[in-house]
């Protein structure tokens, strides 16, 4: 017992030791550089159909894309469909566009219990082990956390996960994988591996990319993205390893290639009980007895809640809102080095003109429509069009952007590769032009005072939302 006590605290003294060590070091430089002459709208391009659902993914060859050094995908998981247990070597951070379910994000070390309070602890079983006679069977697991519309799910590289839809309809997530991170020292192609609990399946699939990122001569090529890391091992080796017969270890190695990446559960998986109540409890003083290991690694909280109008971070009656989910609202962000922000613009308000002082940005549009432009550092317009939902496009940090929601609003999720984003916005309370003086303001534009002093304050106490109907001749 004392050498399995050391063990574990060694094992989560390393896992905090690597999570320290990636935010040591500046992110990774890539050989591409964000040159390009257009910016534009994209729908995934690749579709993979599973028994329980479909996995879609945008073609990471897109220069926007490989600016932002990320990897992005659309999962839709149908009612008793279950998202294969996986790990990929770069971070994650999800957004749950619909649908309701239940995530395991499960984190080396740490106990397979989930312990509401220090003198109790709770245990989780199946049904079936309810049903032994003797109660000598338990399933013991570790956390397991509901999620609902409107979440933001950070997923650290290298944590096995899975997700299952206990719910009437479709779960959706839109996620971005940062393959540009410190923790992916492998390089920026996209891996998931696939580790199952009770069938593994490796996945052998054909595409046919669009036409404009097609190679010369190359008319398809094959997906290798995701992997049963348990095909290629000895099955005398892993029947030794987990003490189990080869019958099982070819079970798990076993490919079947029409069940897919997300697979129908044999039966509704009501055995699971997630901790409904995650968040509500109230934080408690730090006892003597608490090494802090449990609390920062164990206990973290994976997700946070972003449709809350409450709590808005940028509110404007006549405009919208907005929430941001930084380091600051979910401490895990601080090792993934991700942020994230849910806008709601309402009909033909704006968004200041502004850049990212910290990251790049990708966003995905949830709701509505709107007219984004995108003006390069070297004042080249790189975009000027009209975007729909279903699209993503990247603003590269320190480009300037602006949007105009249509008649019907615009609504929107944004990944920032930063866990701290600070924006500079051109117009309102808040802006550059705001701080100037007055003489810079008409020195510099060779303009009269009285349009230098309209120009920092005709926007009154309005900032990064505009209301609409400001503009003047």
């Not at 574990?8 to 430089?29: D, G, K, M, N």
């Not at 901790?275 to 730090?286: M, T």
């Not at 279903?390 to 603003?395: A, Q, R």
């Amino acid at each position: 017992m004392v050498a399995f006590k050391f063990l574990l605290a060694l094992s989560l003294s390393l896992l905090v030791s690597a999570a320290v060590a990636q935010t040591r070091e500046p992110r990774l430089t890539r050989g591409q550089q964000c040159r390009f002459q257009r910016i534009s709208g994209a729908q995934p391009s690749i579709r993979l159909q599973s028994e329980g659902g479909t996995t879609e993914l945008w073609d990471e060859r897109q220069e926007q894309f490989q600016c932002a050094g990320i990897v992005a995908m659309r999962s839709t998981i149908r009612p008793n469909g279950l998202s294969l247990p996986n790990y990929h070597p770069s971070p994650r951070l999800v957004y749950i566009e619909r649908g309701q379910g239940l995530i395991s994000i499960m984190a080396p070390g740490c106990a397979e219990t989930f312990q509401v309070h220090r003198s109790q602890r709770t245990i989780e079983r199946t049904e079936a082990s309810e049903q032994q006679e003797r109660g000598s069977v338990r399933d013991l697991h570790q956390k397991v956390h509901r999620l609902r519309q409107g979440d933001i799910v950070a997923i650290p590289s290298g944590a096995a996960h899975w997700c299952y839809n206990d719910g009437s309809e479709d779960l959706v997530a839109v996620s971005i994988n940062d393959v540009n991170h410190l923790a992916n020292q492998l390089d920026q192609k996209f891996r998931v591996k696939i580790t199952l609990i009770y069938r593994a399946y490796y996945v052998r699939l054909h595409f046919t990319w669009p036409a404009e990122f097609q190679e010369a001569g190359s008319k398809s090529s094959r997906l290798e993205t995701f992997h049963n890391i348990f095909r290629a091992f000895d099955a005398d080796l892993l029947s030794e390893a987990f003490n189990v017969p080869q019958e099982t270890i070819r079970r798990m190695q076993s490919e079947e290639e029409e069940r897919g990446l997300i697979v129908m559960a044999r039966e509704r998986m009501r055995f699971v009980r997630p901790d409904e109540e995650e968040g509500k409890q109230e934080q408690r003083p730090r006892r003597e007895m608490d090494n802090g290991l449990e609390e920062t690694l164990c206990a973290m909280k994976f997700r946070t809640n972003v449709e809350s109008r409450r709590e808005a971070d940028i509110f404007s009656r006549q405009a919208g809102r907005v929430n941001v989910v930084d380091r600051n609202k979910l401490p895990i962000l601080k090792y993934l080095d991700l942020s994230a922000e849910k806008g709601n613009l309402y009909a033909n308000a704006l968004v200041s003109p502004d850049w990212s002082m910290t990251g790049h940005t990708v966003v995905y549009v949830t709701r509505g429509d709107a007219q984004i432009q995108v003006v390069d550092h070297n004042g080249q317009a790189l975009m000027n069009d009209r975007v729909n939902q279903g699209e993503m496009f990247v603003v590269p940090q320190y480009y300037t952007s602006t949007a105009r929601a249509g008649n019907d609003g615009f609504e929107w999720v944004a990944f920032k590769t930063t866990g701290s984003p600070m924006r500079s916005p051109l117009a309102g309370y808040t802006s550059v032009i705001r701080a100037m003086p007055l003489q810079v303001i008409t020195n510099s534009y060779q303009i009269s005072p009285n349009q230098a002093q309209a120009l920092k304050m005709n926007r009154g106490s309005q900032s990064f939302l505009l209301s609409p109907g400001g503009r003047r001749s």
